[in-house]
């Protein structure tokens, strides 16, 4: 079946732009995650959305970030007035339950430049 | 969670076996070892996991140590496929908001031909 989709692939913005990146997990997963991979340096985590429940919000590094899931379905990550410290990969993840171990399946990434 | 430490490089020659150890004295009774891979360019892909016993799947087997301190990740027959950045993570396995995954900077292990 199809895995996790990202888009876009690429996207280079501006300095104080706008941008929004969006997920398409695995359909069924009820949990999905957020990851930023700086150049060089391992998996940041972001935020994970967990079936109906609140959202876990803690690795969000500032408010200019925020994201939503609607249901079990897409999610966007949003960062507001991007600084060139933003610039990253942006990786998604999905499980298919959120309690217990089931394995994370990650998207392609987007590749987040900020000039 | 507790940390890990592993080396930030290896080689292994094509066809034999890949041994890549992880360091995680401060790992306490309830918290699993996994082990993810990410190949250039990719999201990064599961490859195993453990609480205590030895595990083998069609990837790679895990050998953790009777301490649990440390553990081995080993490919045992290495292709140049294999070339990728290998992470060991330690968490806790209940149910809760915890099922995020804390990286480190992983092993990057090159397969030479």
């Known amino acids: 079946g199809a895995g996790v989709s990202q888009s876009p692939s690429n996207k280079v913005t501006e300095k104080g732009k706008d941008v929004e990146l969006r997920c398409d997990p695995i359909s069924g997963h009820t949990a999905l995650y957020w990851y930023r991979q700086r150049l060089g340096q391992g998996l940041e985590f972001l935020i994970y959305f967990q079936g109906n429940s609140a959202p876990d919000k803690s690795g969000l590094p500032s408010d200019r970030f925020s994201a939503e899931r609607t249901g079990e379905s897409v999610s966007t990550l949003t960062i507001q007035r991007t600084q060139q410290e933003d610039s990253a990969v942006y990786l998604c993840?999905?499980?298919?339950?959120?309690?217990?171990?089931?394995?994370?399946?990650f998207g392609p990434g987007t590749r987040l430049t900020v000039t | 969670d507790a940390k890990t430490t592993q080396p930030p490089s290896m080689d292994c020659a094509e066809g034999r076996a890949a041994n890549l150890p992880c360091n995680h004295s401060t790992i306490s009774g309830n918290e699993y070892v996994y082990w993810y891979r990410q190949i250039h360019s990719q999201g990064p892909q599961y490859i195993i996991h453990?609480?205590?016993n030895n595990e083998t799947n069609e990837m790679a087997s895990l050998i953790i140590t009777e301490d649990r301190k440390s553990s081995t990740l080993i490919l045992p027959h290495a292709t140049l496929r294999d070339t990728a950045v290998y992470y060991c993570?330690?968490?806790?396995?209940?149910?809760?908001?915890?099922?995020?995954?804390?990286f480190g900077t992983g092993t990057l292990l090159a397969v030479q031909p």
């Open positions: 993840a999905s499980s298919l339950r959120f309690t217990g171990f089931y394995e994370q399946y």
């Open positions: 993570i330690v968490r806790v396995d209940y149910g809760g908001a915890t099922n995020k995954l804390i």
């Open positions: 453990g609480l205590k």
